[in-house]
């Protein structure tokens, strides 16, 4: 069975940075596309970053220019470099993973609170 373990959130000023990261553990075919997400309360669960199994990447309009996705092919890791937080970044943030011979897979959410 494949789980997903994510770390780095937390409570961060305005301003501030956070760095996320989920390793996959467990016997992994066919990992594909990697991304986060997050939810607010009261909102729908929004894409925030993804990355292909080739190095394309994709960010939602308002994290452009300040979030970075990477990934570790060798370690099934993907990471989330958060600059210049907003106090709109605020949510609970969760890893997703498609792997071919499973479908898709999500973390437990971590929660980034971005203070004013």
């Known amino acids: 069975q494949v789980q997903l373990v994510e770390s780095g959130g937390g409570l961060v000023q305005a301003g501030g940075s956070l760095r996320l990261s989920c390793a996959a553990s467990?016997?992994?075919?066919?990992?594909?596309?990697m991304g986060w997400y997050r939810q607010a309360p009261g909102k729908q669960r929004e894409l925030v970053a993804e990355?292909?199994?080739?190095?394309?990447?994709n960010y939602q309009d308002s994290v452009k220019g300040r979030f970075t996705i990477s990934r570790d092919n060798a370690k099934n890791a993907v990471s989330l470099q958060m600059d210049s937080l907003k106090p709109e970044d605020t949510a609970v943030y969760y890893c997703?993973?498609?792997?071919?011979?499973?479908?898709?897979?999500w973390g437990q959410g971590t929660q980034v609170t971005v203070s004013s």
């Open positions: 467990g016997s992994i075919f066919g990992l594909n596309a």
């Open positions: 997703h993973m498609w792997i071919a011979t499973i479908g898709h897979v």
């Open positions: 990355i292909t199994s080739v190095g394309r990447t």
